[in-house]
């Protein structure tokens, strides 16, 4: 009687936990195993990234090949990381500064996947005037932490916020995603690197995607910084939904369809008039509203 392939092997159950080279590095909770793809995936261009959920038959002790991809809850594209419950996005305060155009897009992206973002702004202790100003019209919308790995401020909070959960570092080049992951996971040390002086920017350290397992339960994926950060496929009209500040006042404009760009009696417009909407975040979200405007032209 022919058997089927599968029923000789013996299948394990893991997690990507890095990818390279064309090997997959899985994690079964107990043990890693390095895996290729099962020569179908390839023909089917079916992408597997760290953070899927993998059936693997194993080959030989620490070796195995990658037979099945399960059913994926998220999919974030930068970085690439399936899986993830929370990004923890890391901007710092100063070197580099902030780009609050790149955190909002961010935002956007999280809110998108269905995927709890949490903001920390590291180097707390090179904060200078102003940036209290950035982090409060944040802090009004969404959870936002200030963090140094000098001081250890906010250290704490933030091995609790990863605990139990399937989280990813998102940011810059240069904020300290790796420090931080350093500083709060005992016996790990994932390589850091310095500020370019002359360019005021972190010199893309980390090059690849890598999932950490926790202590106490749980995973966190360091990955390697990024500068610049598409929009999503959102049609204009949608827009004001990734922003929870003015979701809220969804119904109360004058028109119907309202994007509280020209529109008269506009309730989002009030709201930033009287300062209930951040200004920077309005006028933000006017950007973006052209960029996907300009898109549909096409
Ligand atoms: N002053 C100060 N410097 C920090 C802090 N955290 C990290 N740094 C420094 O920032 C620099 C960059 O840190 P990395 O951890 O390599 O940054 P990264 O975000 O992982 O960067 P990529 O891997 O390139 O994406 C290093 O020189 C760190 O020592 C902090 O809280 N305060
Ligand atoms: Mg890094
Ligand atoms: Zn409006």
Request: overall charge positive; some cysteine.
């Amino acid at each position: 009687m022919k058997k089927s392939l599968n029923s000789m092997e013996s299948l394990r159950q893991g997690i990507v936990v890095k990818a390279y080279s064309g090997y997959y590095y899985v994690q079964d909770g107990c043990e890693e195993f390095v895996c290729s793809l099962r020569g179908r995936f390839r023909h089917e261009k079916q992408q597997v990234v760290v953070g899927d959920r993998v059936e693997l038959a194993l080959r030989s002790n620490r070796a195995g090949v990658i037979v099945k991809v399960l059913p994926r809850c998220s999919l974030l594209l930068r970085p690439t990381v399936a899986n993830v419950e929370q990004a923890v996005i890391v901007f710092s305060v100063q070197q580099p500064e902030p780009d609050p155009g790149l955190l909002d897009r961010f935002l956007i992206t999280t809110f998108i996947n269905n995927i709890k973002p949490l903001i920390y702004f590291n180097k707390i202790d090179l904060a200078a005037g102003g940036i209290m100003e950035l982090v409060s019209c944040y802090q009004s919308v969404y959870p936002v932490m200030l963090t140094s790995t000098i001081t250890g401020t906010g250290l704490e909070e933030l091995s609790e916020s990863l605990r139990g959960k399937i989280s990813v570092f998102a940011g810059p080049s240069g904020v300290g995603k790796s420090t931080i992951l350093n500083a709060i996971l005992p016996g790990i040390k994932l390589k850091t690197g310095v500020i370019s002086e002359k360019l005021k920017r972190g010199k893309h350290t980390t090059r690849h995607v890598e999932l950490i397992p926790l202590p106490e339960g749980g995973m966190v994926a360091d990955t390697p910084g990024f500068s610049s950060l598409e929009l999503p496929d959102l049609r204009p009209e949608d827009l004001s939904c990734c922003f929870p500040e003015m979701e809220q006042y969804r119904g109360q404009c004058y028109f119907t369809g309202c994007l509280h760009d020209r529109e008269p009696d506009c309730a989002v417009k009030e709201a930033v008039g009287v300062g209930r909407i951040a200004e920077i975040r309005y006028q933000q979200y006017l950007r973006f509203l052209q960029e996907l405007k300009g898109r549909r032209r096409y």
